[in-house]
């Protein structure tokens, strides 16, 4: 009757253990990895010439409006309004170019809209600033170009690998002074032998 009652707390004392043991297994090892979503690739070409074009199509306008200005002050208005209005244009053009091309880096989901904007605004300056002393037009141009062929790459996860299973504590133990055994620390009589052990 001391065994069976020996070896009771002991069967119980060991469950837990196991459990908690297959429990740690559990969630280092076999758990899924975090998964965290890769940058999306963006058009950083497309919007960097679509801006520097941007930038002389402004230069141009600006300089077609300052030539409009004089006309018009030297002519008493006539004849220099067009070459003011087209300045103007210009500067709108221009600035046009840097938005589109900086919207084309942030949402790379519409890059065939923005690209197609560029382009359009590109060709108009050549009418309207010079072309942003054809540098921009053409620099527009080949950022427009970039921008309709850009093409996204799928979506891809960065795995992180598990973290590693920490060491379980050591678990304190008695030897039987009887049978030489290794016992439980709280249990009052040896699982083996039988013999009553030390508190």
């Known amino acids: 009757m001391t065994d069976a009652a020996s070896r009771q707390p002991m069967g119980r004392s060991r469950r837990p253990n196991a459990l908690n043991a297959l429990t740690r297994?559990?969630?280092t090892g076999y758990m899924a990895t975090p998964m965290v979503p890769a940058e999306?690739?963006?058009p950083t070409g497309a919007m960097v010439l679509?801006?520097?074009?941007?930038?002389f199509v402004l230069l141009g306008g600006l300089l077609a409006t300052v030539i409009g200005s004089f006309v018009v002050g030297f002519t008493f208005g006539l004849g220099g309004s067009g070459i003011l209005i087209l300045g103007a244009?210009?500067?709108l053009f221009g600035i046009l170019m840097i938005v589109f091309g900086v919207l084309m880096y942030h949402t790379p989901q519409n890059h065939t809209v923005y690209g197609a904007?560029?382009?359009v605004f590109s060709i108009l300056s050549i009418f309207t600033a010079f072309g942003g002393f054809f540098i921009g037009f053409l620099l527009g141009l080949i950022g427009g170009i970039l921008g309709l062929a850009f093409k996204q790459r799928p979506p891809q996860a960065v795995f992180f690998p598990p973290a590693p299973a920490a060491a379980a504590p050591p678990v304190a133990q008695r030897v039987c002074l009887k049978c030489g055994r290794m016992?439980?620390?709280g249990v009052k009589f040896c699982p083996h032998c039988?013999?009553?052990l030390p508190a």
Do not use: C, F, K
């Open 25 to 27: 297994l559990v969630e």
């Open 40 to 42: 999306p690739d963006r």
């Open 183 to 185: 016992v439980d620390p």
């Open 89 to 91: 244009l210009g500067l």
């Open 50 to 55: 679509s801006i520097i074009g941007g930038v």
């Open 117 to 119: 904007l560029v382009l």
């Open 194 to 196: 039988g013999a009553e």
